[in-house]
C-alpha cells in the first residue's frame, strides 16, 4: 500500500497539506472546510484515475477532526487522544460474545479469553487519555462476570451455599 500511495503523499506534499496516514487511511488537515470540500474533490480524481484506485466515499468527510475517528482513535482538544465511540462499542460486543453464557465453558478458560482480548485491547489504546472510559468498561465487565458466576448456580440452593462459601452468613442467603 505504501508503494501505491507514494504518489499521494507526493502530491499532498507539494500542495502544503498536513496529512496523517496508515496504509489505505487517511486523514488530511486544511484550515477551512471550502478547502477540506475542495481537497475531497481533487483527491479521488487522482487516486482513481492516475493510480486507479477505489475511494469509499461512505468513510470520506470534510468535518472538524474531534468528530472524526482515525485507527480507532479520535482527536480531543489540546492534541490529546482519545478512544472513538464505535471502538468501545465494538469491545463491549466481544465482551459480551466471551461471556456469552451459552458457550458451555469453564469459568478459567472464559477468563483467560477475556483477559487475552483486554490485554490486546488496553495496550493498543494505551496512549489514549481514557481513564474513566476504563474504570466503566471495568465495572461493566464485573458486572458481566458476576451475572455469569450466579447465572451458572441454576437452583436456589447452589446459589445460597456459593453465597455462603464467599462469607455471607446463613440467615442472609
Not at 503523499?9 to 507539494?14: I, P
Not at 468535518?63 to 468501545?88: C, H, M, Q, V
Request: charged share 30%.
Amino acid at each position: 500500500m505504501n508503494l501505491l500511495l507514494d504518489d499521494l503523499n507526493k502530491e499532498l506534499e507539494r500542495r502544503g497539506h498536513p496529512f496523517c496516514r496508515y496504509a489505505d487511511d487517511s486523514n488530511i488537515d486544511v484550515q477551512t472546510k471550502v478547502a477540506g470540500e475542495r481537497v475531497l474533490a481533487s483527491l479521488p480524481q487522482l487516486l482513481e484515475g492516475t493510480l486507479r484506485l477505489r475511494v469509499n466515499r461512505e468513510k470520506s468527510a470534510v468535518a472538524f477532526i474531534e468528530d472524526r475517528k482515525f485507527l480507532g482513535y479520535r482527536l480531543l482538544s489540546g492534541g490529546r487522544l482519545g478512544i472513538g465511540p464505535t471502538s468501545l462499542d465494538r469491545a463491549k460486543a466481544r465482551v459480551r460474545e466471551i461471556t456469552r453464557g451459552n458457550r458451555g465453558v469453564n469459568l478459567e478458560q472464559l477468563t483467560r479469553e477475556l483477559n487475552s482480548f483486554l490485554t490486546g485491547w488496553v495496550t493498543y489504546f494505551r496512549l489514549a487519555a481514557c481513564k474513566n472510559h476504563l474504570r466503566e468498561l471495568a465495572d461493566w465487565i464485573r458486572r458481566k462476570l458476576r451475572c455469569v458466576r450466579l447465572k451458572r448456580c441454576k437452583r436456589a440452593k447452589t446459589l445460597a451455599d456459593f453465597f455462603q462459601s464467599l462469607g455471607v452468613p446463613e440467615w442472609n442467603c
